[in-house]
């Protein structure tokens, strides 16, 4: 298949590129990995007029991790240079672990993370796992620069808050407090598949133990990350302490309050029953995971 005709433009500069971008608009497309634009393109789903090949630019393909453990993640940043860095791994394991269940390495090798958020699948493992993180989603434009959270960022299927102009130029992340436990578990019909249902948490325990702040995002489970409010009043002030009966009440309790909480859609591939009996079974698993890892890093080591 073949796309549709477009014009093509390889600026060697972020100015270059954010020019070219703000002269065309939504006529223009930023093309990073090309994973996702370039097969909607073959299947005519999306027809811009002109595509602005960011991977000239080489302001944008930096990864920093500071010695505390906050991350930038800039546009041109692949899924395997996050999933193969130590240091990402052991500051931000619940990117890592989410980043491995996305495709194939072949697309890990090419695709990159802003283009994944930038595209909004509500399927996706990473605006889940963003969300769940507190991100701070950097966007540019000749206008200048603005910061936004990941909970305001996606705002429906392939929608994003970025406007005609902007560029996602980067990706923060603060370092996760002493006594984080995090995880991520889905369920795909088969390996490197988009999921059928994914579950991320965050669990963090004071040194008494007690649960101070949760939460847990769906992925498939709307048109855009689905966080569980109900599910983290659940977990909050909880102390799950040493008594692995009380902590599996607990873990179910969660994970039931989370499939009464969401509505998913179902998809041709699976039901929305069947969504939402993931969605239980997998954060009973995930909060079991995410609490044991919480303790092994509490100064109390509990669990
Ligand atoms: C076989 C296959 C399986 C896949 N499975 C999964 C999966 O399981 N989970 C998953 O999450 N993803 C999956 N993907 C998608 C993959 O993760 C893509 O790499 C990713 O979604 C898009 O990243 P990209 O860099 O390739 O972006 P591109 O395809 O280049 O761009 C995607 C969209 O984002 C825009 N864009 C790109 N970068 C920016 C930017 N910096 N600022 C603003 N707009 C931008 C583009 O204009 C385009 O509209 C799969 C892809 C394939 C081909």
Do not use: W
């Not at 692949?78 to 269940?101: G, K, M, N, T, Y």
């Not at 902007?166 to 490197?192: I, S």
């Not at 992925?219 to 855009?224: L, Q, S, T």
């Amino acid at each position: 298949m073949k796309p549709p005709a477009f014009d093509y433009e390889a600026p060697t500069s972020l100015a270059e590129a954010l020019a070219l971008k703000a002269r065309h608009g939504e006529d223009a497309r930023f093309l990073a990995g090309g994973q996702s634009l370039v097969p909607a393109m073959n299947f005519r789903l999306v027809r811009p007029a002109v595509l602005i090949d960011l991977n000239g630019v080489a302001d944008l393909d930096h990864l920093s991790c500071s010695s505390s453990g906050a991350l930038g993640i800039g546009a041109l940043v692949r899924h395997a240079r996050v999933e193969s860095d130590r240091e990402v791994a052991r500051h931000q394991p619940l990117l890592v672990e989410a980043i491995r269940e996305v495709a194939h390495p072949q697309v890990r090798n090419r695709g990159t993370l802003c283009g994944n958020l930038a595209h909004a699948d509500p399927a996706s493992e990473l605006p889940a796992v963003m969300v769940a993180l507190k991100a701070q989603l950097h966007a540019v434009s000749i206008r200048g620069e603005r910061s936004i959270p990941a909970a305001d960022f996606f705002q429906g299927t392939y929608t994003t808050a970025l406007e005609p102009d902007e560029l996602l130029a980067r990706v923060q992340l603060e370092p996760l407090p002493t006594g984080t436990g995090t995880a991520f578990l889905e369920l795909a019909r088969r390996p490197g598949d988009y999921a059928m249902m994914g579950v991320a948490v965050l669990l963090q325990l004071d040194a008494s133990g007690a649960c101070t702040d949760a939460r847990v995002v769906c992925c498939g489970a709307g048109d855009r990350p689905v966080a569980s409010a109900a599910t983290a009043a659940v977990l909050r002030a909880a102390t799950p302490g040493s008594d692995p009966v009380a902590l599996e009440a607990l873990c179910e309790a969660a994970g039931a309050a989370l499939a009464a909480s969401i509505d998913p859609p179902g998809t041709v591939h699976v039901t929305a029953d069947y969504q939402r009996h993931l969605a239980q079974v997998l954060a009973a698993r995930a909060i079991a995971m995410a609490f044991g890892r919480a303790a092994a890093h509490s100064p109390r080591r509990s669990i």
